[in-house]
């Protein structure tokens, strides 16, 4: 393993920003990260997914069985993950260049951007179309604006696009207290009491006669356990994003308990119980509408009541708001800071996020289910092999013992420059990784394989990386890995330092809490 730096280890202005140095302040307990995954799985993509497994033939029971399963395998990710973002207090790009090296960090991090770019661009799409139907609904005159396209959306389409992403670009910009507070409070809880309500409302209108034991489609049972084992391995596909960049909330825990609790209640209990009533919705628009109604916007437009629409409406674009602030935002925020710190901060990367989620033209990407499974098959065939090669670095090669200070340095001599600052041996760990998963999820011809792609692109890029850090005499084995938070000097030396801007209520060191 590499010798830590010696101390004291001033940060170098191309590496260090205040929002990039270790968290100053640990506020997110339990139920901070509990909302945050509120606010990550109550989202109109996560509702049609679940729903959608219903539509396909799974029986409901099956359904609530393969998400459970793959939200397990989840949760357990997060929680390693955590870990390493608990005790070292530092976003996922500065994290990774431990494994990456100081600079070769920025290759994970503009991958996990670009992912987020995508999928900021259609949650806030899939918002504007409920701006739509409610101002459909206030205002039908404006109807004739509907029906043209330009690019692919319409006059009216456009608008409601272009609101809800002026209103996200100003609310995201406040920084991660502010995200924090209103994710708590407003993102979340919101949605539970809509759906909760439409989930009601259907139940007793269908008089009870709702069947959540049958396949719709008379699945045979061996496509049954084919279609389960595959909403298994989505639903991990799915959240490999937060998994990659979790440390970028983990940082602001104040102990152990706070993000673990927080997991479990977000994870397996909430996500399945999301479920179970975006299902229990489904099946009631079998009962009284006389077809499945996945996506909940269309259940609300159906009700025809100009007061459910108008709640409903700004319900589902609360809930944008949230998942794009927790899985959307904040990852690329950092990811393009990350490229320049001294130029770029939270702030700035996360206006660049909002820019570039315009251009990619979201609503091509989510234009049809097919386009939906591919798109998670290539995105858990590149984000795979990079979980693995984090989750290695930090459990096997390193046990835990990272220098915190000397991610920061690009001194030849420091810990994590290895050549150039980039690390050869995370660059042919990922390579061959990558392109086995993506030819997995995107070749016709492994049509049968492509959904668990992520699973063989993590085998193998863990694989390789901890034989390259053994056969190179890397590999540390020694000791339990440590619990504590890593004390650090990066911020009072960055305040000694001239040229570096240091924030006035910023902390020399997080404290470690009680209980760590």
């Not at 504007?128 to 009216?156: C, K, M, W």
């Not at 240091?502 to 060191?509: D, K, N, R, V």
Request: aromatic residues 12%; positive net charge.
């Amino acid at each position: 393993m590499n010798t830590p730096s010696p101390r004291p280890l001033r940060p170098d202005p191309r590496l260090f920003n205040e929002d990039l140095a270790p968290a100053p302040e640990r506020k997110w307990g339990t139920y901070s990260i509990f909302a945050l995954w509120m606010s990550d799985t109550h989202a109109i993509s996560n509702y049609a997914f679940a729903a959608s497994l219903f539509v396909l033939g799974l029986p409901a029971w099956e359904v609530f069985l393969a998400l459970l399963a793959g939200i397990s395998i989840v949760y357990w990710l997060m929680n390693r993950m955590g870990h390493a973002g608990h005790r070292t207090g530092v976003p996922y790009p500065v994290l990774a260049r431990a494994s990456w090296g100081v600079y070769g960090a920025n290759i994970p991090a503009l991958l996990r951007a670009i992912m987020a770019v995508a999928w900021y661009g259609i949650q806030t799409w899939l918002a504007s179309t409920a701006v739509v139907l409610l101002t459909l609904q206030i205002a039908p005159g404006l109807e004739a604006y509907h029906h043209n396209s330009v690019l692919g959306l319409s006059t009216l389409g456009w608008t409601a696009f272009l609101l809800m992403w002026g209103l996200q670009a100003v609310l995201l910009t406040r920084g991660m207290e502010f995200i924090r507070k209103v994710q708590d409070f407003a993102t979340g809880p919101v949605v539970w009491l809509v759906v909760l309500a439409l989930a009601v409302y259907l139940v007793v209108k269908a008089g009870g006669e709702i069947s959540l034991t049958r396949s719709i489609t008379g699945l045979s049972g061996a496509e049954q356990v084919q279609q389960s084992l595959i909403a298994v391995s989505l639903t991990v596909a799915t959240f490999l994003t937060l998994v990659l960049n979790y440390a970028d909330f983990a940082r602001f825990t104040p102990d152990h308990r706070s993000y673990r609790r927080g997991n479990l209640i977000g994870l397996p209990v909430n996500f399945t119980a999301f479920a179970v009533v975006a299902v229990l919705v489904t099946a009631g628009t079998i009962a009284v509408f006389g077809e499945a109604i996945y996506d909940p916007v269309k259940v609300i437009q159906k009700i025809d009541n100009p007061v459910v629409t108008v709640i409903g409406a700004l319900s589902f674009v609360v809930a944008t708001i949230g998942i794009n602030v927790v899985a959307n935002f904040v990852s690329p925020a950092y990811d393009f800071a990350n490229l320049a710190p001294k130029h770029l901060d939270f702030k700035r990367g996360g206006m660049i996020t909002a820019v570039l989620a315009v251009v990619v033209m979201p609503w091509k990407l989510y234009s049809s289910a097919l386009v939906i499974q591919y798109f998670l098959g290539a995105l858990g065939a590149f984000l795979g092999p990079l979980v693995a090669i984090l989750l290695v670095d930090y459990y096997r090669v390193r046990r835990g013992r990272i220098d915190v200070d000397a991610l920061f340095s690009a001194d030849a001599r420091g810990a994590y420059f290895y050549r150039r600052g980039y690390n050869p041996k995370a660059v042919i760990a990922f390579l061959p990784a990558a392109a086995v998963a993506a030819a997995l999820a995107l070749v016709p011809a492994f049509g049968v394989v492509a959904p668990f792609s992520w699973i063989f692109g993590m085998a193998l890029a863990g694989g390789l990386y901890a034989l390259v850090c053994r056969r190179d005499g890397v590999a540390s084995n020694a000791g339990p890995i440590p619990e504590g938070i890593i004390s650090s000097q990066v911020r009072a030396a960055a305040g000694e330092q001239p040229g570096i801007r240091q924030g006035s209520g910023a902390a020399a060191a997080p404290v470690p809490a009680e209980g760590s």
